[in-house]
């Protein structure tokens, strides 16, 4: 099985009424508890806008993300699934659920520990 990644923009549910998000909100979670009760949900949260910290290789601190930044995630689904084609299908349900478009994207494997720490030396 493999991770995927379903995440949308911030701001693509502004177009929703304000007295329509708690709907919105239950329908969002009633697919999140789909695919958890399908044994393939992994993790969601939704992010708080804008509150990024950048730490730079230099231990440097600043806020972010940068300025030039026009896209960032608004919120996300990790699917474990066993093909691209099931985790569009769930992207596809979330979509319908929270009234916008999913972009769905594989998530690299976890490394072993050890090869990190041999590349590390």
């Not at 789909?34 to 806020?63: R, S």
Request: glycine share 10%; aromatic share 6%; charged share 25%.
């Amino acid at each position: 099985m493999a991770h995927y990644l379903i995440s949308f923009n911030e701001g693509a549910m502004d177009h929703i009424p304000a007295e329509e998000i708690p709907e919105v909100g239950k329908a969002a979670a009633a697919a999140c508890q789909e695919a958890e009760d399908a044994g393939v949900f992994v993790f969601g949260a939704g992010l708080h806008p804008q509150k990024a910290t950048v730490v730079g290789t230099d231990g440097l601190v600043t806020d972010g993300p940068y300025p030039e930044t026009k896209e960032v995630i608004g919120g996300f689904v990790i699917v474990d699934v066993p093909a691209r084609d099931d985790a569009v299908t769930w992207a596809a349900k979330i979509a319908a659920a929270c009234r916008c478009p999913q972009e769905v994207r594989l998530l690299d494997g976890d490394p072993e520990p050890d090869a990190m720490v041999h590349k590390a030396q």
